[in-house]
């Protein structure tokens, strides 16, 4: 199956300071990518869709100054969390999506941890 | 607006018992449902999806349109089946209920 990688898989950062988030479509492009934050115990929550060289579209309530997406080729979308605050401590994850034929699936990155101390 | 409601949090049977995951959603167009799954330490990973009418791993879910509902259903539990259980439904983008934790004990 079509794999996606994140890079890193876990950073901590110190209040302030900005971090960003690779994820990666490895054995297939993308043209949408999804962003995700998982809160502990709790579902996912979608951030926002990234299209490749296009504005991403951001979920209501997020901020997308905050959240800086940026798609820039069809296997590569970053996120980038700038003047990171202790509340912005979450697990992320990207999901690329692929459309062949009549089917439409996701693939989802094993996530990055980000601890904002 | 589009929602997906997993009322169990928490869903725990015995190795062979049958299980059965509850999902209900909302939305006012054709729906398009998936079941994915989440093993300990791995990563989300689709398990089925509506359109397919198929039996993954030895679920099976079917769509109720009238009770607008997308149960995930195994006869005989295994203790391997012990994961996070999401439903979700698909408009442009996924739509995630709040996940039910299956335990299947020895």
């Known amino acids: 199956g079509a794999v996606v990688s994140q890079h890193p898989s876990r950073v901590i950062c110190k209040s302030g300071t900005s971090v960003k988030i690779e994820c990666r479509s490895l054995?297939?492009?993308?043209?949408?990518m999804f962003w995700y934050r998982q809160f502990p115990k709790k579902s996912l929550m979608l951030m926002a869709t990234?299209?490749?060289?296009?504005?991403?579209?951001?979920e209501q309530g997020v901020e997308k100054d905050k959240f800086l997406i940026n798609h820039a080729s069809l296997t590569l979308s970053t996120l980038t969390v700038t003047s990171a605050h202790p509340e912005d401590s979450s697990f992320y994850i990207c999901?690329?999506?692929?459309?062949?034929?009549?089917?439409?699936?996701?693939?989802f990155g094993p996530g990055t941890r980000l601890t904002v101390l | 607006a589009q929602r997906v409601t997993q009322p169990e949090k928490l869903l725990s049977v015995f190795k062979g018992a049958p299980v059965e995951l509850k999902c209900n959603y909302s939305?006012?167009?054709?729906?398009?449902l998936f079941w994915y799954v989440q093993y300990s330490r791995q990563r989300l990973q689709l398990l089925l999806r509506?359109?397919s009418r198929e039996s993954i791993k030895g679920f099976t879910a079917d769509l109720n349109k009238g009770e607008t509902s997308f149960h995930l259903k195994k006869p005989f539990a295994q203790e391997e089946d012990s994961a996070m259980y999401y439903c979700?439904?698909?408009?442009?983008?996924?739509?995630f209920g709040a996940g039910t934790r299956l335990t299947v004990k020895p």
């Open positions: 999901s690329a999506r692929i459309l062949e034929l009549s089917t439409d699936t996701q693939y």
């Open positions: 054995d297939f492009q993308a043209t949408t």
């Open positions: 990234s299209n490749e060289g296009s504005k991403a579209t951001y």
């Open positions: 939305y006012s167009g054709s729906p398009e």
């Open positions: 509506h359109i």
């Open positions: 979700a439904l698909k408009n442009n983008d996924m739509r």
